[in-house]
């Protein structure tokens, strides 16, 4: 199953997609968490998008998906895979779909997660990563509700989208997840 984990900055998409690779033992897949690998090491890659990130902005849709389309080459992936920020745009989500028919596969669920603005900022605040202070939050946020938000519509119109509510206990929210996946997994 090839599910995504969407959802604004703060919204727990990473602990969340933690818990079912856990739990699950299904495959996950953060380019967040690729990015901050590539900048700790100081790859090439790390240093040509070291300063995007720290900005709060979007690392550049092709870099992105080399990135993903490199990953994706893995036989880890080969059961399907939990995507965690990412598609983050339109172009992303598109290439995505065309990233998975070669596999003969596609996307199954998308879960949204939804968290007030005012909670993902104290979470964002909380967390203390480096690209996490209140100006930076405040863009990526915005960043999020511009660019990132309209691919929820494109889900949608394709019966795709689960809207998971994210402001409660972080077991409650992985409890809802797993009824929409078990739901689904009934289905196939
Ligand atoms: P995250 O760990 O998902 O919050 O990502 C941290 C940062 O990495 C983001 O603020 C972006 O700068 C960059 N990033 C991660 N995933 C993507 C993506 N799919 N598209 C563009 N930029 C991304």
Known sequence: MNVIVFGPPG??????????????????????????????????LGQQIRAIVESGDLVPDAIVLDVVRDAL??????????????????????????????????????LTIDVPDDELVR??????????????????????????????????????LYRIRGDAPIEQVHQEIRTVLDSLAGER
């Open 11 to 44: 919204a727990g998409k990473g602990t969340q997609a933690a818990l079912l690779r856990e739990r699950l033992g299904m495959a996950h897949f953060s380019t967040g968490e690729e990015f901050r690998r590539h900048i700790t090491d100081g790859t090439a």
């Open 123 to 160: 979470r964002m605040l909380a967390r203390g990563r480096s690209d996490d202070t209140e100006s930076v939050i405040r863009e990526r946020l915005r960043i999020y509700r511009e660019r990132t938000e309209p691919v929820l519509a494109y889900y949608e119109q394709r019966g795709k």
């Open 73 to 110: 080459q893995s036989d880890r992936f080969r059961n399907g895979c939990i995507f965690d920020g990412f598609p983050r745009t339109l172009e992303q989500a598109y290439a995505l779909d065309q990233l998975l028919a070669d596999f003969g596969q596609s996307v199954d669920a998308v």
